[in-house]
């Protein structure tokens, strides 16, 4: 790593530990270590779920899925940005006006049943392992790139999983729900930054985006065929027999494919718990609703951008190849043999090693923010919902924040390991993404197994805790066994859908909630709880309370000028 | 401390809001899922949808995918947000909220 790239890296993670220490929760309470207060105001939880939710599958992910397949990888970008839409017509303002710690606290509370709480927490852990684990291999990915070398006799890859799993787990363990609230909402200012500085500079230096969309969709596209030398070229799912095109749908997935794979991650972004947490975090239920509009528009900016330069990259780095003798072992033929080396490269060609040490940096802040959300939530599940509840249910305020500290190291060692063991060159063949493709598997989970249950609590009073763990595992299983044997199914249709399986998981759990929930007895109090959920009380009593002490601080201000 | 705001809501105040809501949201959904599933319909029935070139050599479908998903998104999160919130304010207690400036006089009288 030379001067520059190190100087770029060095800085970002120096403004991110310095905001982390600055804003470090103040007290040992568990409302200010999980929820920093409740007190974050609309545009910093919206940057900080920017921080939280656009991860390493989204900066590298996105832009490596379009790299490799095209219009086919523009669905990942248009899945993850949909994701918002149910969580602000269903989700956000009543799961906010409810309150509590986490999704399982939510569903146990509403529900009457500690049963509930924890097969959720079940799930959750499940969720939150299966989105640390991409995040670490995106680490792995950058830092092999960047650096290039390890330490204490390990290889690059393994260097850059541990280095940044052991920095984000200190972040969190001290700086809790307020200082990583903080630390995100810095984190994604800098990932947006990094990844307008790179498409600002492709665009100045010549780039014209449609000419290119025109120009490399002339001709079929090729893809490094797994270990072998040489390209292949991809065959189209809509047109068998015809070859792919970068422009046009077909080169990973067929009509049933594109919409199978959007719904599983739009639904998938309702029950995901580091997301879901951060609306706890919102002062009213009106305020979390604004800031999911915050959050669409954020999202369609970073999306957009993603995929035009995945795009630019598929154009630029062909001719690149000749007088950059670097990029010789990174590529086949001219395209790169990890596509999630498209933005990282980019940035080199366009920013020499300074670019490249701006895009990693981002690309490990995307990484670092999202494993700080992840850690926080499962935190929040383990150390509330089992060591508060059930482990010991008399713990004073600072052993339950020692335990949500504990819990994060844990959590994070067995991400480390889990990404130590997998290697994204082993996948490049299978997949057009690694990270955007395992981040899919914590989405499906999501999607299958909470988000039904999540939205029937709070939109059908009948819902029950016996129906809630039903509809849970009836979409947990059915969700893992259709990726089990999508997993052992070669290409086609059928394929394409067990790899993606909520369009089907989803309404198995629904059903099931459903025809359990008719044949058990609501919880006894499920009117007050929908005064909660869907009443707006305080919500009022709080705007009311925040312009009295508006108008109280403007008071003091006049006479402490008329003082003077 | 009695400041003129109703500190709770009725259940029957809160049961029209949320069957009012259920509606919005439901809708909206509705919208949002045809649009999304309108594009591989388009993609599998229209040649014009992939093959032809407008804006600067893209095909509709990829001008869909790369910007105009992301602006039919934002545009429905407003408009369901500010309607939701719309509705919340219209029918849920404003019955003794004091009148504030920006209130329109009589602004209650549309409550159920």
């Known amino acids: ?564 | 401390m009695d400041d003129g705001v109703d500190t709770s809501d009725t259940p029957a105040e809160v049961d029209a809001t949320f069957r009012t809501l259920r509606r919005v949201a439901v809708g909206y959904f509705v919208v949002f899922l045809l649009a999304v599933a309108a594009f591989p319909v388009l993609s599998l029935t229209l040649d014009w949808w992939s093959s032809s070139r407008l804006v600067g050599g893209m095909s509709p479908g990829f001008l869909v995918a790369g910007f105009g998903l992301y602006v039919f998104f934002a545009v429905l999160g407003v408009a369901a947000a500010s309607l939701s919130s719309a509705v919340e304010h219209r029918m849920l207690g404003t019955s003794r909220e004091p009148v504030d400036d920006d209130v329109a006089p009589g602004s209650g009288e549309d409550l159920p």
């Not at chain 1, 903080?182 to 100045?204: E, K, R």
């Not at chain 1, 060692?413 to 063991?421: F, H, Q, R, S």
């Not at chain 1, 309404?507 to 919880?523: I, Y």
Request: charged residues 15%; proline residues 5%.
């Open chain 1, 1 to 564: 790593m030379t001067g520059s790239a190190a100087l770029a890296l060095a800085a970002a993670l120096a403004l991110v530990a310095t905001v982390a220490v600055v804003m470090r929760p103040r007290g040992a309470s568990t409302v200010d270590f999980y929820l920093a207060g409740q007190r974050v105001g609309v545009a910093t939880n919206a940057f900080a779920i920017c921080g939280d939710y656009f991860s390493a599958a989204s900066f590298l992910g996105v832009a490596a899925a379009v790299y490799a397949t095209g219009l086919d990888g523009a669905w990942y970008a248009v899945g993850f940005a949909a994701g918002f839409v149910p969580v602000l017509l269903f989700v956000a303002a009543p799961l906010r006006r409810f309150g509590e710690f986490s999704i399982p606290d939510f569903l146990g509370r509403r529900l009457g049943s500690e049963t509930v709480r924890l097969v959720a927490v079940g799930v959750v852990q499940l969720v939150i392992l299966s989105y640390l684990v991409p995040q670490t291999v995106g680490s792995g990915i950058t830092w092999e790139l960047l650096v290039g070398e390890g330490v204490l006799g390990l290889d690059p890859y393994a260097t850059g999983i541990l280095a940044s799993t052991a920095v984000v787990t200190v972040l969190v363990a001290f700086g809790g729900m307020r200082g990583t609230t903080w630390t995100q909402a810095v984190q994604f200012l800098l990932l947006l930054g990094a990844l307008v500085w790179l498409a600002a500079t492709v665009v100045a230096e010549g780039f014209h985006y449609g000419e290119a969309v025109e120009s490399i969709s002339s001709v079929p596209l090729d893809n490094p065929a797994g270990s072998t030398d040489g390209l292949t070229p991809e065959q189209s799912a809509l047109h068998p027999g015809e070859p792919a095109v970068f422009g046009e749908p077909g080169a990973r997935y067929g009509g049933l494919g594109q919409f199978a794979l959007i719904v599983t991650l739009a639904m998938g972004t309702a029950g995901l718990p580091h997301v879901m947490n951060r609306y706890f975090t919102s002062p009213t239920g009106t305020a979390a609703r604004t800031t999911t509009v915050w959050v669409l528009c954020l999202a369609g900016i970073f999306y957009s951008l993603a995929v035009m330069l995945g795009t630019a990259a598929r154009d630029l780095i062909p001719a690149a190849v000749a007088d950059r003798p670097w990029l010789a072992e990174l590529t086949v033929d001219g395209v790169l043999r990890v596509p999630e080396h498209a933005l990282p490269v980019l940035g080199r060609i366009f920013g020499e090693d300074a670019g490249l040490g701006v895009v990693a940096a981002g690309a490990l802040v995307a990484v670092l923010s999202t494993i700080a959300g992840l850690l926080l939530a499962a935190a929040a599940s383990w150390g509330h919902d089992v060591y508060e509840r059930h482990i010991n249910p008399r713990a004073t305020q600072r052993q339950a924040v020692l335990a949500g500290r504990v819990t994060t190291l844990v959590t994070a060692c067995a991400a480390a390991g889990l990404g130590l063991a997998m290697r994204p060159e082993s996948f490049a063949a299978a997949t057009p993404s690694i990270v955007a493709t395992m981040v899919t598997w914590a989405f499906a989970v999501a999607g299958s197994a909470l988000t039904p249950v999540f939205v029937l609590a709070i939109w059908w009073r009948r819902t029950t805790a016996a129906g809630a763990v039903a509809g849970m595992v009836a979409g947990l299983v059915v969700a893992v066994g259709m990726f089990t044997a999508g997993a052992l199914t070669s290409g086609g249709l059928l394929r394409e859908v067990l790899v993606t399986p909520t369009l089907l998981a989803a309404p198995v759990a629904v059903v099931t909630a459903v025809v359990v929930s008719r044949r058990t007895t609501p919880p006894a109090d499920v009117e007050r709880s929908w005064q909660t959920m869907h009443g707006t009380a305080a919500d009022r009593r709080a705007e009311r309370i925040a312009r009295l002490m508006l108008a109280e601080r403007r008071a003091a201000r006049r006479w402490r000028r008329a003082r003077r």
